[in-house]
């Protein structure tokens, strides 16, 4: 969470030097933050949101670092890739405990299993589907505007980092994770959904 605040407050820094005048957030709602209280709901929001959804804004920042020319800026990003990479490394090993050490039964720790593989299948097959979206048609430039050098990713470019970070990194943890669980059955070892590359 500190991590994340920085992240916010360093943003908001560079959103105030190029606007010229102060910006800030407004009110966060709560009303549904951390509903998650079982183990099971809580092992999917990390694979949704830590798994997949760090690595991918690992990904997507240490992009944005690269393209960059603005010093601060990249100095900035290159906080937040390494912060999102390790916040990815963290839920990765999360779930690997989850399904080894905190289900109570064999049937339990089974069904977490069954849903973490649903999981990263189901992100799989989204990948793919919007592969062949962005292969369809061509994505329209973001009003013109070369975000990137700026370190702000364009729209056009985020199916592109994601379906990357799917396939090179993400699917292949997956797979390594889940087949190498002592005792799981040839039908819970069986490899992840792969997208199309």
């Known amino acids: 969470m500190a991590d994340e605040t920085r992240h916010a407050r360093d943003c908001f820094a560079l959103a105030q030097r190029y606007l010229g ?10 009303h549904q933050a951390l509903q998650e209280t079982t ?21 997507e920042a240490a992009e944005a670092c690269e393209a960059t020319v603005d010093p601060d ?42 849903m973490v593989r649903a999981e990263f299948a189901s992100a799989a097959e989204e990948v793919a589907v919007a592969s062949v979206i962005v292969e369809g048609s061509r994505a329209p430039a973001d009003g013109g505007f070369d975000s990137l ?17 799917m396939l090179d990194i993400v699917l292949p ?25």
Not at 39 to 58: D, P, Q, Y
Not at 187 to 194: D, K, L, S, W
Request: charged share 25%; glycine share 6%.
């Open 73 to 114: 800026v990249k100095t900035v990003l290159e906080k937040i890739r390494a912060d999102e990479l390790r916040h990815a490394e963290l839920a990765w090993r999360f779930v690997s405990w989850a399904l080894t050490e905190a289900a109570s039964t064999g049937d339990a720790q089974a069904r977490l299993r069954r």
């Open 39 to 59: 183990l099971e709901e809580i092992v999917r929001l990390t694979v949704r949101e830590g798994c997949i959804g760090e690595t991918c804004a690992a990904l």
């Open 149 to 165: 050098p700026h370190g702000v990713v364009p729209n056009a470019l985020l199916p592109e980092i994601r379906r990357r970070a």
């Open 21 to 30: 005048y102060a910006v800030g957030p407004g009110a966060l709602p709560m």
């Open 173 to 197: 943890c997956a797979e390594g994770l889940l087949s190498s669980l002592a005792g799981a059955s040839d039908q819970e070892t069986a490899p992840v959904a792969r997208a199309n590359a």
